[in-house]
Every structure is written in structure tokens, then in C-alpha cells.
């Protein structure tokens, strides 16, 4: 019941903060609020599009938040913040803290690992047991060693894993293991931190759930 009035406030804060357009355009299907067993999601980003294929047998609390996620436009506009070559591309820290906040309230329970790590595939990051929220990663090389430790794969790129590799990724690893961004810094301060000090990060423009 909790986790659905977060959801619940989530949706309707992301409707009332989205951008108003300029002139009325037709509206598209609605989106239904269950997400389909399998689900194509397409992320224009800087460095160009690339398309995933969710699907809720390979990890079904997974599937359906992140459905969630993407409905709701959270998506929009957050960075690539870790970008590390030859292992992951990592993002889903918002630059708007009231939605991070009602966001951090809904950790999701863990799936079990049904996919290997492989390169291309899209999964939860996770700090622990059922701490799953908004951060995920794709896997830039087949990273079968992350399965032991419960991180479960929730789809895969289908199309422009090009870009996916193109990802700026001179930073390399988070502070402070390594010379990049400190998560909790972005948390805090946002895009001006990025803009100052990691200038050249890519970013998502949209998530679109595609038909």
C-alpha cells in the first residue's frame, strides 16, 4: 500500500514538473500503468540513441520498476556519471532532489538472478539486499563475476550499442575510488558540479517507452 502512494506521488509530481510545450501536439497512446511482459525502451542521449529490450522473465520487479521509472519521465536529463571502459556505464542519480527523495522511498525487493552479466545488459545497481532504486548499469563486457553478488540483469541493448561504447569515459571510476564524480556531491550540488568540474559527461535528453 506505502509503495503504491509513493508511486502514486511520483507520477503526479513528474506530470506537474513536466515541461509545457509551446503549441498543443496530438497526444499519443496512453501508457498503460502495468508494464508488458516485454518492453522496448529507446534513450536519445548526447552522444546519439540506443534502444533496450526489457523483459519482466528475466527479472520481474526489476522490469516493472524501471517501467515505472521511464513512465514518469525520471529519466530525463540525468548523466552518465560513471562511465568506466571495458566494464559498465552507469546513471540514475536526478539533478532534481525532491524526486530523488520520493524515489529513495521506494527500494524494490531483490529478483533473482535469472541472466548473466553480459555485455549489453541493463541491470539494477544495488548496495545491499532490496536497496534497488533508480541507479542502473550497462554492462560494457561480459561481467559474469557481478551474478554471485545478485545483480539481476533486467534487459539488453538491441540496437546502438555503438553509442553505448562511444560514452565519454576519460573520468573513470567515482570518487573516491577513482578520479570521477562523487555521487553524493551530485546529490547535493547537481548539475552545477558536473558543469564545473566534468564538463564532457554525456547525458540522457529522454527515455520513451517505445509502442
Not at 9 to 20: P, S, Y
Not at 117 to 128: D, R, V
Not at 132 to 138: A, C, D, K, M, S
Not at 153 to 179: C, D, F, H, T
Amino acid at each position: 500500500m506505502r509503495n503504491a502512494i509513493v508511486i502514486a506521488a511520483v507520477l503526479l509530481f513528474a506530470a506537474g514538473c513536466a515541461n509545457k510545450p509551446a503549441a498543443v501536439k496530438k497526444a499519443g497512446p496512453a501508457l498503460p500503468e502495468k508494464a508488458p511482459e516485454v518492453y522496448r525502451v529507446k534513450f536519445e542521449t548526447t552522444r546519439g540513441v540506443f534502444v533496450a529490450e526489457i523483459s519482466k522473465t528475466w527479472a520481474p520487479q526489476g522490469a516493472e520498476h524501471f517501467y515505472t521509472l521511464a513512465r514518469s519521465r525520471y529519466f530525463d536529463g540525468v548523466p552518465f556519471y560513471r562511465v568506466v571502459r571495458n566494464f559498465v556505464a552507469q546513471f540514475g542519480i536526478s539533478f532534481n532532489v525532491a524526486a530523488s527523495n520520493l524515489w529513495s522511498q521506494l527500494r524494490i525487493p531483490d529478483d533473482p538472478v535469472k541472466q548473466k552479466n553480459k555485455k549489453g545488459t541493463l541491470t539494477f545497481a544495488a548496495q545491499g539486499p532490496a536497496s534497488r532504486t533508480t541507479q542502473l548499469f550497462i554492462n560494457l563486457k561480459d561481467n559474469t563475476e557481478l551474478d554471485k553478488s545478485g545483480f539481476a540483469p533486467i534487459g539488453r541493448v538491441v540496437e546502438g550499442m555503438e553509442v553505448v561504447e562511444q560514452l565519454y569515459s576519460s573520468y573513470g571510476e567515482m570518487a573516491p575510488r577513482g578520479n570521477g564524480p562523487d555521487p553524493k556531491r551530485i546529490e547535493r550540488e547537481g548539475k552545477a558540479y558536473l558543469d564545473s568540474s566534468f564538463p564532457r559527461l554525456d547525458y540522457i535528453k529522454r527515455v520513451v517507452i517505445l509502442p
